[in-house]
């Protein structure tokens, strides 16, 4: 509903005349305009807090590399920087210097889409915020960059140019394997355990017609994630009870502060089925 031209007229010449003191039909137009004025205004504000407060709630390292992601695609999309600039390619990055390209890389997704947004931010916080992690953002960069790093490894031999998804898919592989129980659901059409995700998601995806080297990529290196840091402890042997993947001091500074002596506790995450085989291991 609109003020129009007419009616406000009426309006300003009501006013002059000072004759406004009985309502018009244009004054209840005029006054409709500014309720449903005052309602968009309302739902905007409270839209913008709504989604101040869900940025806010979400995780540390999460909300970084979110970000970035953001930014980085948004800047390529209206063409302030090219994608040509951010792909990773190893003999520009040794014979041009472009370090930046072994960074940037992870922080480009295509075009803009809710796709991304959506396994970063579930499968990243769930991880970040849930028993994993809860507590210990700084493991979780450390896990983020042993990935990274797994990937920048294969990445000459699996030709993939920017690693941003594969390091997505391997969160949602992690996040599978440590809730084994929790039931999922594939577009109402049939349920499956969590550690089966990645799969469903590889097999819709070659469906689709996309190649699967990227998502292989994040299951291969979430998996050797898994092994070494969940697997590997329970085994018998000198690494039982060991962690082989460690957080450098310095990340532990950054997001903890000075350690103490004493204070560098670990929790465990639990995994009630590989205790359940441990213990019947050991009877």
Request: proline share 6%; with cysteine; aromatic share 16%.
């Amino acid at each position: 509903m609109t003020c129009s031209l007419d009616h406000a007229l009426t309006i300003v010449v009501m006013i002059q005349r000072g004759s406004c003191s009985t309502p018009t039909f244009a004054d209840a137009r005029c006054s409709q305009f500014e309720s449903s004025t005052d309602a968009r205004t309302n739902f905007i504000v409270s839209n913008t807090m709504s989604f101040e407060t869900w940025y806010k709630e979400i995780p540390i390292v999460t909300r970084c590399y979110l970000t970035i992601s953001v930014l980085t695609t948004a800047a390529c999309y209206f063409d302030l920087i090219s994608p040509f600039s951010l792909y990773l390619n190893y003999r520009l990055i040794f014979e041009k210097y472009e370090v930046w390209r072994v960074f940037t890389n992870f922080f480009f997704f295509g075009m803009p889409s809710l796709d991304f947004v959506f396994h970063m931010v579930r499968y990243s916080r769930l991880l970040e915020e849930g028993p994993s992690f809860r507590g210990r953002s700084a493991d979780f960069l450390t896990m983020l960059l042993f990935g990274a790093s797994i990937m920048l490894m294969i990445a000459p031999f699996s030709s993939v140019l920017f690693l941003g998804y594969s390091l997505t898919f391997m969160m949602v592989y992690v996040w599978g394997r440590r809730n084994e129980t929790f039931p999922m659901n594939f577009l109402g059409l049939f349920n499956f355990p969590a550690p089966w995700l990645p799969w469903v998601l590889l097999a819709f995806s070659v469906l689709l017609g996309s190649s699967p080297v990227v998502d292989l990529v994040g299951i291969f290196v979430g998996h050797v994630y898994y092994y070494l840091e969940d697997i590997v402890p329970r085994m018998p042997g000198r690494f039982r009870g060991k962690r082989i993947i460690f957080t450098p001091a310095l990340i532990r500074y950054i997001f903890e502060g000075p350690q103490h002596e004493g204070t560098n506790v670990r929790v465990q995450f639990n995994n009630p089925a590989a205790e359940n085989q441990e213990d019947e291991g050991e009877d």
